[in-house]
């Protein structure tokens, strides 16, 4: 399908067709010593959304790699609409129809928008580019598919998730019958989901058949039809949505009950840590908390709602304009994050690939960036010392790698995540400040995170948690602020509310 196509055409009429259009007999995939695709038997109808979980390692990746033709089969066989395809490369894949819109945003940073909608599909007319039509057009499109996005902006200048509707936009565009979306929210507010949610229902009622890979629960169960669990490789179960709860599901990927992710040991707090007075800031106004030691201070707010903003103002990233904050019962003026960072604080950040790693170093420079004025002498580094630090936290994270100097940017979002918690670890501080601390991670590294939030507060540390998945700030904070609109607006002891009434402070009704 065209964007001329898809500009003019009416809206969507009837719901899918009965059938598989891709079935899966037995797909193997081996690489050197690792066995990554265990004889996956799986079909797909058509008009249908499938959802995909399992943790990390559990083969998720090599599949969508195997569909879309970027690795080659060890053995079993792909089924299109009942014949056999051979799937030797991406061009194999679009030419069926199966596209793929991944997590990391892969377009040109530099053009606009309706040039990356038109790429490869440009309409000229004597050689020359018809811009103006061009952009018209894709107005249109981005119009009709429900997308808040400029067309003449510069991707660049777009936020992550709105660079993410762009290039589901463009999948859209491409004549799309099979459509897998990679953790599609990891990056997108909570009205952008909404836009791209009405856009799958959409497809899905036209008949393209949509496979849905996320971390996120909820999303699976607001969506789905069917849901399929990897585990080490293997496909352990295929159900109907309305055939499984969260528990089940959990455990099938896992082999941990809920109950086991959530668990929670209960500390008396101890001394104050940090006092915020009054603080008020670009995007947020008259906040004041206190975080003890042992304790978990956890804010809960939409996207937008000033929490973030709070937290970099403690960290000394912007500047407060008013108020005061005391650390541990001192008056103290945080201007520069070296001034946090020496107090004994460390923050987490929302984006962990923007803000708190190197992509392009490898895991043991990621692990000591903190700590290099500790490991040098006279200008030269102590090798031993520096290989020593990065080890003992790639075991005590257990962070999958194939060596301290593997690139940062070739591991997974877990991992990554577990490398920027390593670097503050390495370093040490007091208050650990984290951001959205399981935004794209499986379970098994969520049970991880968890445990490690424990021995912090063990070890005398307080934790500030900003999440925007109320079931984790409800089960795991012992203080909860509410955050609207740049203010607190409500604050609670350790499930002393529910998570309606949670979700009402938040939301203002």
């Known amino acids: 399908m065209s964007t001329s196509d898809l500009a003019d055409r009416p809206a969507p009429q009837g719901g899918p067709a009965a059938g598989p259009v891709l079935e899966l007999r037995g797909l193997d995939k081996r690489f050197t010593g690792t066995h990554a695709l265990k004889s996956v038997s799986l079909s797909f109808e058509r008009g249908e959304i499938h959802a995909i979980v399992g943790e990390n390692g559990a083969g998720k990746s090599t599949l969508i790699k195997l569909l879309t033709g970027v690795h080659l089969r060890s053995a079993g066989e792909i089924l299109w609409e009942g014949r056999h395809v051979e799937m030797d490369g991406p061009h194999d894949a679009l030419a069926l129809g199966i596209n793929a819109v991944h997590q990391e945003v892969v377009l040109c940073p530099h053009l606009t928008v309706a040039a990356n909608l038109f790429l490869g599909d440009e309409r000229v007319r004597f050689g020359l580019l018809k811009g103006r039509e061009m952009l018209r057009v894709a107005q249109k499109v981005l119009a009709d598919l429900g997308f808040s996005v400029p067309a003449d902006a510069v991707l660049s200048t777009l936020t992550i998730g709105q660079q993410q509707l762009v290039a589901t936009a463009r999948a859209a565009l491409r004549g799309t019958r099979f459509l897998i979306f990679d953790e599609p929210t990891a990056y997108l507010t909570r009205q952008e989901a909404a836009q791209l949610f009405a856009l799958i229902r959409r497809l899905k009622a036209e008949g393209v058949t949509i496979v849905y890979i996320s971390h996120r629960l909820e999303e699976v169960f607001e969506l789905a039809d069917r849901v399929s669990v990897l585990r080490d490789g293997a496909l352990i179960l295929t159900s109907r949505i309305g055939g499984i709860d969260e528990q089940a599901l959990i455990r099938a990927m896992s082999n941990r009950s809920i109950e086991q992710i959530y ?65 541990q019962g001192k008056p103290v003026a945080i201007r520069s994050e070296k001034r946090a960072i020496r107090l004994g604080i460390a923050l987490v950040p929302e984006s962990r690939r923007d803000q708190g790693l190197c992509l392009n170093l490898g895991v043991g420079l990621n692990l000591n960036l903190t700590i290099y004025d500790r490991l040098t002498r006279a200008f030269t580094i102590n090798r031993g010392a520096e290989a020593a630090k990065a080890d003992e936290q790639i075991g005590n994270l257990r962070i999958v790698t194939a060596s301290r100097a593997t690139r940062v940017a070739s591991l997974s979002g877990g991992n990554q995540q577990k490398i920027v918690v390593g670097k503050w670890l390495n370093h040490g501080a007091d208050l650990f400040i984290f951001d959205e601390p399981t935004a794209g991670v499986d379970v098994g590294t969520k049970l991880e995170i ?28 012992d203080t909860l602020h509410v955050f609207r609109r740049g203010r607190l607006v409500a604050s609670y002891g350790f499930k002393q509310a529910s998570m309606e009434a949670i979700l009402g402070d938040a939301i203002g009704v």
Do not use: C
């Not at 906040?287 to 709602?305: D, M, N």
């Open 450 to 477: 968890y445990r490690l939030f424990a021995r912090l507060l063990q070890a005398g540390a307080g934790i500030i948690l900003i999440s925007s998945y109320l079931p984790e700030v409800y089960e795991l904070a």
């Open 263 to 327: 668990h929670k040991e209960h500390m008396p707090p101890g001394a104050p840590l940090i006092e915020t007075q009054g603080l008020t800031g670009k995007g947020f106004g008259d906040i004041s908390v206190t975080v003890r030691r042992g304790e978990i201070v956890g804010l809960y707010g939409l996207i937008g709602a000033g929490r973030s903003e709070f937290v970099q103002s403690v960290f000394g990233r912007h500047r407060a304009n008013a108020g005061h904050i005391l650390w």
